[in-house]
């Protein structure tokens, strides 16, 4: 018979707990061509989470906004490009006017 464990309801499971720390580890991580991280955009700062960071790089820093959002728009143009790479191919003026 198996045995029911009791928790308190404002705690969050025990497995869950892992996903959470996992979640925001990843939100500390910097992203790939703008070079800070998803949390520090919203934010402002770094989380404290489990992850070794130098106590000087948790303090707010400011960053100029109208660089990121450029920067922002550049990766989504790459991500663009090689999403629509294989989904069509360019037809010659006279291949469409033969499809009509």
Same mark, same amino acid.
């Given at each position: 018979m198996?045995?029911?464990?009791?928790?308190?309801?404002?705690?969050a499971p025990?497995?869950a707990?892992d996903?959470y720390?996992?979640l925001?580890?990843?939100r500390?991580?910097?992203?790939k061509?703008?070079g $800070?991280?998803?949390?520090?955009?919203l934010?402002g700062?770094?989380? +404290? &989470?489990n992850l070794? @960071?130098?106590?000087?790089?948790l303090?707010?820093m400011?960053?100029?906004?109208?660089?990121?959002?450029c $920067?922002?728009n550049?990766?989504k143009?790459?991500?663009?490009?090689? +999403? &629509?790479?294989r989904? @069509?191919t360019?037809?010659s003026?006279?291949q469409?006017k033969?499809?009509?």
């Amino acid at each position: 018979m198996m045995e029911l464990k009791e928790f308190n309801a404002t705690e969050a499971p025990p497995k869950a707990t892992d996903k959470y720390l996992a979640l925001l580890d990843y939100r500390a991580t910097k992203l790939k061509y703008v070079g $800070l991280s998803s949390a520090l955009l919203l934010m402002g700062r770094r989380p +404290h &989470n489990n992850l070794p @960071t130098a106590r000087a790089l948790l303090k707010p820093m400011s960053y100029d906004s109208n660089k990121v959002k450029c $920067l922002l728009n550049k990766t989504k143009h790459i991500q663009k490009h090689y +999403h &629509n790479r294989r989904k @069509t191919t360019q037809l010659s003026f006279w291949q469409k006017k033969a499809k009509t």
